[in-house]
């Protein structure tokens, strides 16, 4: 059963509550004390000297979630995903033959599709955080659990791994890439650099990432430097696998069975890639790196975890507008034009120097868009061709050409 956060004590078992472990399988209980609450770190994270949390402890993360109900009714869908139907608004357009979508923060309900299309959930990073904070303990096993026995297909699953003790080194990654030391399925690996080119100096560049695989294949990895990327001097490596159609649903069935994800994350790893010695003219016979095989090691022991929620400015914009916009404008009528603009005034400049480190956290977040190094065009399309595929009904590369053929819907209602 789902174990909701209400509204009035939300915000304060956010605060206090620390990260959560999950349960058994077909439970969303808690089984012991977590282990990874986070930590305030330095450097300041903005000019204006905000830090931001990182993970004490290296953690493993739902990022992405992406699954299809044979339903008609979105409102069914909502329900079934363990939501308020009121924290939903509902706008005429979709995405990818769906006309329509019920839309809370950045986790999407689309309908409307064509014929035995049903509907489509989408959680997004962001969307997964949100999803997160509306219960009090970590809810992912349960979601799994209702979703398969509600005949979900899934689409896509990414699972983030984040090392802060420094075992996943990506200098020794890149240069075994360069010198072949690498045992691996993949036929392509890919770096990119992204630099800081403003007038401040100081800062480190936003880090690198190093991809396998491609965007299309049903697995797909990336390892990169979250700490550059957010701009800290600490130890924070990531490392994702992004998981679609079937490999999705495996891993979510492993799942609900009761595999721990970080035996299911390692197996994944092993299974396409491994840091090897050349000490045998037979790959396959090479020795796997020691500094490789510890990283490994200790990662299959990490549980599930969830993380707190980063809002965007976007989304309180719109909490401001919903909640108190009525009660502006009786105020706007009562003092009349000129005394409620020096009503604003001073309103503004006493939140100003109100201000703290979450809204400060809330305005780096928004003015970086995803905290992360994904194309975000190249998503979209995947994303279109999974529910064009698995949704649709139609064939991989049909799905792509479509995909490609198809705007995406999501901003032009």
């Not at 800062?203 to 797909?220: A, L």
């Not at 000129?338 to 780096?364: A, C, I, T, W």
Request: hydrophobic share 35%.
């Amino acid at each position: 059963m789902y174990h909701h956060v209400n509204s009035d004590s939300r915000d304060q078992c956010a605060q206090n509550r620390l990260e959560t472990d999950t349960g058994p399988a077909g439970s969303a209980g808690r089984t012991g004390a977590a282990s990874d609450d986070p930590v305030q770190c330095q450097p300041p994270l903005t000019n204006r000297g905000a830090p931001i949390t990182v993970p004490l402890v290296n953690q493993f993360l739902v990022d992405w979630a992406s699954f299809t109900f044979k339903l008609e009714d979105p409102q069914e869908v909502v329900k079934i995903i363990g939501l308020s139907s009121s924290l939903f608004s509902a706008f005429d357009y979709g995405f990818s033959g769906y006309r329509k979508s019920l839309r809370f923060g950045s986790i999407s309900v689309y309908y409307e599709g064509r014929d035995d299309m049903g509907c489509h959930v989408c959680m997004s990073g962001q969307g997964c955080r949100q999803y997160e904070g509306q219960f009090a303990e970590s809810p992912w096993l349960e979601l799994f659990n209702t979703a398969l026995s509600n005949k979900a297909k899934f689409t896509r699953l990414d699972l983030a791994y984040d090392n802060v003790d420094g075992a996943l080194d990506l200098g020794k990654l890149k240069a075994a890439i360069i010198n072949r030391e690498i045992r691996t399925r993949f036929k392509k690996a890919t770096e990119t650099q992204n630099f800081d080119l403003s007038q401040e100096t100081g800062q480190p560049d936003d880090g690198h990432t190093i991809y396998f695989g491609k965007r299309s294949s049903r697995v797909y990895m990336r390892f990169y430097d979250k700490a550059a990327q957010l701009r800290l001097l600490i130890p924070w490596n990531r490392a994702e696998v992004e998981l679609k159609d079937q490999r999705a649903q495996e891993a979510v069935r492993h799942i609900v069975s009761g595999l721990p994800v970080g035996e299911l994350f390692v197996g994944i790893i092993n299974h396409y890639l491994a840091i090897i010695n050349l000490d045998d003219n037979n790959r396959s016979r090479c020795t796997v790196q020691t500094w490789w095989s510890a990283w490994l090691q200790s990662t299959e022991k990490i549980r599930l975890t969830t993380a707190k929620q980063t809002k965007y400015v976007e989304e309180v914009m719109q909490y401001v507008k919903r909640q108190y916009a009525p009660s502006l404008a009786m105020i706007k009528v009562h003092l009349g034009v000129v005394p409620f603009n020096e009503y604003l005034h001073d309103l503004l400049k006493d939140g100003s120097e109100r201000m703290g480190m979450r809204h400060e956290q809330m305005l780096f977040v928004s003015s970086h868009g995803k905290a992360d190094n994904y194309n975000q065009e190249q998503e979209a399309f995947e994303e279109r061709a999974a529910i064009m595929e698995y949704d649709g009904g139609l064939e991989r590369k049909e799905a792509e050409e479509h995909a490609r053929l198809s705007p995406d819907q999501e901003d032009q209602p």
